[in-house]
């Protein structure tokens, strides 16, 4: 890939846009997209817990050692679950079904947290939205690709065709003539500066949601 591989981030641009829609902290839900190993679930570990609730979506595939951010369910719980109407999207990586609870959002917002979770790009708009919520969507850049194939292998998740799909996605950004419409804000997560981009982020998030 292309050294200048990251494309030019216009964070005022993206300000201005989502400040326009008056967006309220009691009625947001936050999604974190990205490439796999970008370090999504780090940061959203990271992220002030008396202010933002990481919520569990529900999986088919079994659970990965020391993964406590989803939950497994059975494939004919979750057919049945949105038949219902009690997800507000599903979506297939990797042959795994995965799916949000519209409980899991409103509750945490009812308890005044923003309820976050993360969700690949191309799913983003897959997302339903009723009334109850709004959406804000986060896109996670590495600070160079080589830093994913790095985080993957050291999680034991490296494989060939997870780590071409982000590099094919972040090339198809890189190259791209306007704003993906699943992106509202972007953010680089730098190797070793956790700190910083989650202090970043919280201090993006504040300015866009209102109290």
Same mark, same amino acid.
């Given at each position: 890939m292309n050294?200048?591989w990251?494309?030019?981030?216009?964070?005022?641009?993206?300000?201005a +846009?989502?400040?326009?829609?008056?967006?309220?902290?009691d009625r &947001?839900?936050?999604l $974190? =997209?990205g490439? =796999?190993?970008v370090?999504k679930? &780090?940061?959203m570990n +990271? !992220?002030?817990p008396?202010?933002? @609730? @990481?919520?569990q979506?529900?999986? &088919?595939?079994?659970?990965?050692e020391?993964?406590?951010?989803k939950?497994?369910?059975?494939?004919?719980? $979750?057919?049945a679950?949105l +038949?219902n109407?009690e997800?507000? *999207?599903?979506?297939?990586? $990797?042959?795994?079904?995965y799916?949000?609870? #519209?409980?899991s959002?409103?509750?945490p917002?009812?308890?005044?947290?923003v309820?976050?979770?993360?969700?690949?790009?191309? *799913? /983003?708009?897959?997302?339903?939205r009723?009334n109850?919520?709004? /959406?804000l969507?986060?896109?996670i850049y590495?600070?160079?690709p080589?830093? !994913?194939? =790095?985080?993957?292998a050291?999680?034991?998740?490296?494989t060939?065709?997870r780590l071409?799909?982000g590099?094919?996605?972040?090339?198809? #950004?890189?190259? =791209?003539?306007?704003?993906?419409?699943?992106?509202d #804000?972007?953010?680089?997560n730098?190797?070793?500066? !956790? $700190?910083? &981009? %989650?202090?970043?982020?919280?201090?993006?998030?504040?300015? %866009?949601?209102?109290?």
């Open positions: 050294e200048l990251k494309p030019d981030i216009n964070i005022g641009e993206e300000l +846009a989502l400040q326009a829609r008056n967006l309220k902290r &947001t839900l936050v $974190f =997209s490439p =796999s190993g370090g679930s &780090t940061i +990271a !992220l002030n008396n202010e933002y @609730q @990481q919520i979506p529900i999986i &088919t595939r079994p659970l990965r020391g993964e406590v951010d939950k497994r369910v059975a494939e004919k719980d $979750f057919d679950m +038949a109407g997800l507000i *999207n599903s979506n297939e990586v $990797f042959g795994a079904k799916g949000l609870k #519209l409980e959002v409103l509750k917002l009812k308890e005044g947290k309820p976050v979770t993360d969700m690949s790009l191309p *799913n /983003v708009d897959s997302i339903r009723p109850d919520y709004d /959406v969507s986060i896109y590495p600070g160079h080589d830093n !994913l194939n =790095s985080r993957l050291k999680a034991g998740r490296l060939e065709d071409l799909d590099l094919v996605e972040l090339d198809l #950004l890189a190259n =791209s003539s306007f704003l993906h419409p699943n992106i #804000l972007s953010i680089v730098q190797e070793g500066q !956790l $700190f910083q &981009t %989650v202090e970043f982020m919280e201090d993006m998030l504040n300015l %866009v949601l209102a109290h």
